[in-house]
């Protein structure tokens, strides 16, 4: 354990007694926001970004251990285990160089080779390849045996390549050797298969493609292995031949001669039939997981934007799940996001009920006192803010919300707990609601794959992109907090220490005895121990509690301390919490000790000045554009505002209110080069967008943030930037990424 210890220290950049500590307590039941926030000193500070680090690097060193001891078990099994491969095996480092080492003993279905060495060839396959100078022809008559089915020196010559050409594909420096090549020298190549020109237009790029492997985007990598999937291209991963026969032939050949001909015939054939084939599905494997972590990164952190996008907070609300045919579903809600009633208006075509549509609205404003509405900005979204925006609502704000998702949740079993007697869409109107109050709280609701930030979500490893985004869901909502006797089951589950269980018991609880008085009441919450109380508690939040040390995130654990600190300054904690003049008083050194440090101290400190602080920004109202609805209203040139929903390598999406999102391309992000959009703008961000070009018939728009689009890119060597031009005009590949997007 220590080497691992050691290893990752180094690999990461940190003390090794970082990741002991950091692994002691992930072994414990810790999780990644407890261990980040409350156990500061015992891993030296090390952030959420880094704790993952150390549990997904040991994770896989220990999967490594696993499969170490069960090749070893297997060659003990097999007699095979000598103290010369004992050491190759302890010292291999990757699981690709451990099987590459446990190859040639592995029990495998029949082969040429197998075939060969049961007629008796093996001993002129190892004649052969020593490559002395011999007489072939008579070693080979030495192994003609008709019952076993040699019938002439061909046919033994090819036996014995067989078997030379299996040797030479086990070899772990060969195969070593060849990956490095594949990765590093190796090209992608997509044809069109024949007859599909038509069915394939969106990948259009991959017709007739290549491109070095080691340079491919992750996004390209997984549109060339869609399209593949879907049977509108074929797709080879390798080298020139020439370079990895000239590779096998410095390490195998060994002279000139009758024998090396041979040998250099089972060169040839062992790379055809045997390694190219396991590189290019090695290859193939390892460019796929690449291009999955980058794409499950992306993912992730637009889901963390997201999911962290300002609140308007607790406002009374009406919103609208806007329709042309079927009108528009209308609900009111409560401070609180409670369903006080619901109903429809007609104020579009073909009803166009206009006066009675806008008479109900302006009831329903008054009656429930509204401070805002929400519109979903899918079908008929602007149409329907436009009719809103003409009543003049007096101190109503009037906001579009993205509803990806919104019908989702409509469907779903949390949905038909939460409102089985309610409509699909009515719930899905109280969903876009709600995300206006707290899209935190509303969107964990939803499976995170589905609220519209991913990047070939469906083609990604799913168990991986699953424990990513519960990574970023349980970091989000407990850098948040929670609200103990209001918060819903589904964001209590992702609460440091609870899990779907315990949240259920906490509600449960919550209904037989009413709310929460205390943190200290949740130890009566059924099967909720010791453990999951220090997991849990700092993270949840009770307002006007007895304690106000219950509505921040000062961990019970602490609160003899600031007891401590309110004594020695003669002051109540409700004191310590609303004076400053007071908290200047404070000391911190004094209260150093071996388990509390300065950064926890100063993390107390803080929460005593804003006790459970919001760590998101404050709501602003947003407005498209006046007069633009339709991309028919576009105009090259034009300055819009508009809103990024979702990040990927090659550019951002930006809503600007027509119905069809435009893309900035990377290279139209800033006036200076970069390779990563996220490195300037983030989901949700409010942006002043110009639009480059609008091609109406097939609804792409192209959108620049640079104060002069025409100026090219320059790197610091003053040449102008090509790594990230994608192999076609702008309007193609808008046609062809949204196209993906939308899959």
Request: some cysteine; hydrophobic content about 40%; aromatic content about 4%.
């Amino acid at each position: 354990m220590n080497l691992h210890q050691h290893k990752i220290a180094k690999e990461l950049g940190v003390l090794a007694k970082q990741v002991n500590a950091t692994v002691e307590l992930l072994d414990e039941g810790a999780t990644i926001p407890f261990i980040a926030r409350y156990r500061k000193e015992v891993t030296g500070t090390l952030d959420e970004v880094q704790v993952s680090a150390i549990r997904d690097r040991i994770t896989q060193l220990r999967d490594l251990d696993k499969r170490r001891e069960a090749i070893l078990k297997s060659l003990e099994e097999l007699g095979k285990l000598s103290p010369e491969l004992i050491e190759k095996i302890n010292a291999a480092e990757t699981m690709s160089a451990l099987e590459d080492i446990y190859l040639p003993y592995k029990p495998k279905r029949k082969t040429k080779a197998s075939v060969a060495k049961e007629k008796g060839l093996e001993p002129l396959a190892l004649l052969i390849f020593e490559q002395n100078a011999i007489d072939l022809d008579a070693a080979a008559s030495k192994f003609i045996d008709t019952e076993k089915g040699v019938n002439n020196m061909e046919e033994a010559l090819q036996g014995a390549r067989d078997i030379i050409a299996e040797s030479i594909a086990e070899n772990a420096e060969a195969r070593a050797h060849l990956r490095d090549l594949f990765l590093n020298k190796g090209h992608f190549k997509s044809k069109l298969m024949k007859g599909k020109e038509e069915q394939a237009i969106k990948y259009k790029d991959y017709y007739d493609w290549s491109e070095p492997i080691k340079d491919a985007p992750s996004h390209r990598i997984l549109a060339m292995r869609r399209a593949e999937k879907e049977l509108f291209v074929s797709l080879e991963l390798a080298p020139e031949e020439e370079l990895a026969i000239e590779i096998l032939n410095k390490q195998f050949l060994l002279a000139n001669n009758s024998s090396a001909e041979q040998v250099e015939l089972a060169i040839k054939d062992g790379y055809k039939r045997l390694l190219a084939p396991s590189m290019e599905t090695e290859t193939r494997v390892f460019t796929k997981n690449k291009a999955d972590d980058e794409a499950i990164r992306v993912f992730a952190e637009n889901a963390r934007q997201l999911l962290l996008a300002a609140p308007l907070g607790q406002k009374s609300v009406i919103a609208i799940d806007p329709g042309f045919r079927t009108g528009c579903k209308v609900v009111c809600l409560d401070e609180q996001g409670k369903l006080l009633e619901n109903t429809n208006i007609y104020p579009h075509e073909p009803q166009k009920k206009l006066t009675e549509s806008a008479a109900t609205i302006k009831q329903l404003v008054a009656k429930h006192q509204i401070k805002a509405i929400a519109i979903g900005n899918g079908t008929a979204g602007r149409e329907t803010e436009d009719f809103i925006q003409k009543l003049n609502l007096a101190d109503c704000l009037v906001v579009m919300v993205n509803e990806s998702g919104a019908s989702i949740y409509s469907a779903s079993e949390v949905a038909r707990n939460e409102f089985p007697d309610l409509d699909l869409t009515v719930r899905g109107a109280i969903s876009i609601g709600r995300r206006l109050m707290d899209p935190l709280a509303e969107l964990v609701k939803i499976d995170p794959q589905s609220i519209g930030v991913g990047q070939y979500q469906h083609d990604v490893d799913q168990t991986k992109l699953k424990k990513s985004l519960d990574d970023v869901v349980m970091s989000s909502v407990n850098a948040v907090g929670v609200e103990l006797n209001t918060s819903s089951k589904e964001i209590l589950s992702y609460v440091s220490g609870l899990g779907p269980q315990l949240a259920q018991n906490i509600i449960e609880y919550r209904n037989a005895n009413g709310a929460f008085k205390n943190r200290a009441e949740l130890k009566k919450v059924a099967r909720l121990g010791d453990k999951a109380f220090e997991q849990a508690a700092g993270f949840l939040r009770i307002s006007n509690a007895s304690n106000p040390l219950d509505s921040s995130a000062v961990h019970p654990e602490r609160y003899d301390l600031v007891q401590s600190i309110a004594k020695d300054l003669k002051c109540t904690l409700a004191d310590l919490m609303t004076k400053e003049e007071i908290r200047k008083q404070i000391d911190l050194k004094k209260y150093l000790s071996e388990e509390i440090g300065l950064p926890t101290l100063k993390d107390i400190l803080a929460e005593l000045a804003k006790p459970g602080r919001d760590p998101r920004e404050q709501f602003e109202k947003f407005e498209f554009a006046s007069g633009v609805r339709e991309i028919s209203d576009l105009r090259i040139g034009m300055k819009l505002p508009g809103i990024v929903t979702n990040l990927t390598k090659f550019g951002a999406f930006v809503d600007i209110g027509v119905h069809q999102d435009g893309l900035i391309h990377v290279s139209q992000i800033a006036d200076r080069f970069i390779d990563d959009p996220a490195k300037v703008v983030k989901v949700s961000q409010k942006l002043e967008v110009t639009v480059l070009e609008v091609d109406v018939a097939r609804k792409r728009i192209a959108l620049s943030l640079k104060g002069n689009p025409s100026n090219p890119i320059k790197r610091n060597n003053d040449k102008t930037e090509t790594k990230n031009k994608e192999p076609q005009d702008m309007a193609s590949m808008l046609a062809q990424l949204k196209s993906k997007f939308n899959a």
